[in-house]
Antibody, heavy 117, light 106 residues
Framework: QVHLVESGGGLVKPGGSLRLSCAAS????????MSWIRQAPGKGLEWVSY????????YYADSVRGRFTISRDNAKDSLYLQLNSLRSEDTGIYYC??????????WGQGTLVTVSS | DIQMTQSPSTLSASVGDRVTITCRAS??????LAWYQHKPGKAPNLLIY???SLESGVPSRFSGSGYGTEFTLTISSLQPDDFATYYC????????FGQGTKVEIK
């Protein structure tokens, strides 16, 4: 059974940093592309970043490019998102998801990031 | 960038109703469209992929159709568990979600 568990969220001041983690189990992690998606309070879903199975292909949404960095450790079955230069508009729930031919077939429960002074 | 526009934003319906949600892409995305159901505090759930393929384990009352720029999600007979927010998502060029359609109890 596919299981994705995010962690690392919390309260951070504007301009601060956080590192989110996503622990995967129940499937061969190194075979799959992975992604981060977020949801601001009262808003819809927004795709954030995407990484290929080997890590050699990476995409970012314009809203986070240059501030966020996606990475993975296939030996640890884990996906990461480094969040730098955080802004109030980055506040929200961050989900990791397993991608299958581009669609997001499995999602974690999410971790909450709050950017506030 | 490809923009996705859903309508309506909110839909009030009763158990047993047939419900249709529309999603329009700003340019052709072929059949690279997915639909998700999302409930507060839960992980989003994939319902439909490639515009009309039903994800494994999803009830057959859910169906999708469309190609190019116009797509629909239909729930043939609304059940109590179906009150949620629904999102379309294109995956033709990067990934973009629609703004969501909240299905409420009438």
């Amino acid at each position: 059974q596919v299981h994705l568990v995010e962690s690392g969220g919390g309260l951070v001041k504007p301009g601060g940093s956080l590192r989110l983690s996503c622990a995967a189990s129940g499937f061969i992690f190194s075979d799959y592309y992975m992604s981060w998606i977020r949801q601001a309070p009262g808003k819809g879903l927004e795709w954030v970043s995407y990484m290929s199975s080997s890590g050699d292909t990476i995409y970012y949404a314009d809203s986070v490019r240059g501030r966020f960095t996606i990475s993975r450790d296939n030996a640890k079955d884990s996906l990461y998102l480094q969040l730098n230069s955080l802004r109030s508009e980055d506040t929200g729930i961050y989900y990791c998801a397993r991608a299958d031919e581009g669609r997001f077939q499995h999602w974690g429960q999410g971790t909450l990031v709050t950017v506030s002074s | 960038d490809i923009q996705m526009t859903q309508s309506p934003s909110t839909l009030s319906a009763s158990v047993g109703d047939r419900v249709t949600i529309t999603c329009r892409a700003s340019q052709s995305i072929s059949y690279w469209l997915a639909w998700y159901q999302h409930k507060p505090g839960k992980a989003p759930n994939l319902l439909i992929y490639k515009a009309s393929s039903l994800e494994s384990g999803v009830p057959s009352r859910f169906s999708g159709s469309g190609y190019g720029t116009e797509f629909t999600l239909t729930i043939s007979s609304l059940q109590p568990d179906d009150f949620a927010t629904y999102y379309c998502q294109q995956y033709h060029t990067y990934w973009t979600f629609g703004q969501g359609t909240k299905v409420e109890i009438k």
